[in-house]
């Protein structure tokens, strides 16, 4: 039922630019992967076992499109030889707040995919580590373990970007 779909769909519509820009980072792109999400919902909705989990379902599959999308995104600019665009260049800011959240932000885009879409899940959305588990379609102990490891891989490069210092990170020797 087409009605349907598009009412259960519209319903989600804002978590799911929300969870997929938290994932991507970039407003277009995450508009893509809420798209392709929705379109292999609509094409897959037959395969839907249980309609009383069609948000968790909805959301496995946002997810999936958006590790898709940070997959291609790196492989294209692998494809273009250039080594890393995922920082942008540091502004100079007087505000500390400011300051964590673009180091935080650097940090954050590092991770791969698997490991952004379990801090995203837990600690952005706060969902429980069951229901991560559920919405990814994993084991628990996966989850927990890519939820460490996401922790760990965003501290190390918090340290290190700690350890270059402020003037460094502007190009100042």
Same mark, same amino acid.
């Given at each position: 039922?087409?009605?349907?779909?598009?009412?259960?769909?519209?319903?989600?519509?804002? /978590?799911?630019?929300?969870?997929?820009?938290?994932?991507?980072? %970039?407003? %277009?792109?995450?508009? $893509?992967?809420?798209?392709?999400?929705?379109?292999?919902?609509?094409?897959? =909705?037959?395969? !839907? +076992?249980?309609? $009383?989990?069609?948000?968790?379902?909805?959301?496995?599959? *946002?997810?999936?499109?958006?590790?898709?999308?940070?997959?291609?995104? +790196? /492989?294209?600019?692998?494809? !273009?030889?250039?080594?890393? !665009?995922?920082?942008?260049?540091?502004?100079? %800011?007087?505000?500390?707040?400011?300051?964590?959240?673009?180091?935080?932000?650097?940090?954050?885009?590092?991770?791969?995919?698997?490991?952004?879409?379990?801090?995203? =899940?837990?600690?952005? *959305?706060?969902?429980? *580590?069951?229901?991560?588990?559920?919405?990814?379609?994993?084991?628990?102990?996966?989850?927990?373990?890519?939820?460490? /490891?996401?922790?760990?891989?965003?501290?190390?490069? !918090?340290?290190?970007? $700690?350890?270059?210092?402020?003037?460094?990170?502007?190009?100042?020797?």
């Amino acid at each position: 039922d087409h009605d349907a779909f598009a009412e259960l769909a519209g319903a989600a519509i804002s /978590r799911l630019d929300a969870t997929a820009w938290l994932m991507i980072r %970039d407003a %277009d792109r995450a508009t $893509d992967a809420v798209q392709n999400a929705l379109v292999r919902a609509w094409r897959d =909705l037959p395969a !839907l +076992r249980d309609p $009383d989990r069609f948000d968790a379902w909805l959301h496995r599959l *946002l997810i999936h499109a958006c590790i898709d999308e940070i997959r291609r995104v +790196r /492989r294209h600019r692998l494809d !273009l030889d250039i080594t890393d !665009l995922s920082d942008p260049p540091a502004i100079a %800011d007087t505000s500390s707040a400011f300051a964590d959240r673009d180091q935080l932000e650097r940090g954050f885009r590092r991770l791969g995919p698997d490991e952004r879409a379990v801090i995203v =899940l837990h600690h952005y *959305l706060d969902l429980p *580590l069951p229901q991560v588990a559920s919405t990814l379609g994993i084991p628990l102990g996966t989850t927990k373990s890519r939820l460490y /490891r996401g922790l760990l891989e965003m501290r190390a490069a !918090l340290d290190a970007d $700690d350890r270059t210092g402020p003037d460094s990170r502007e190009g100042r020797p």
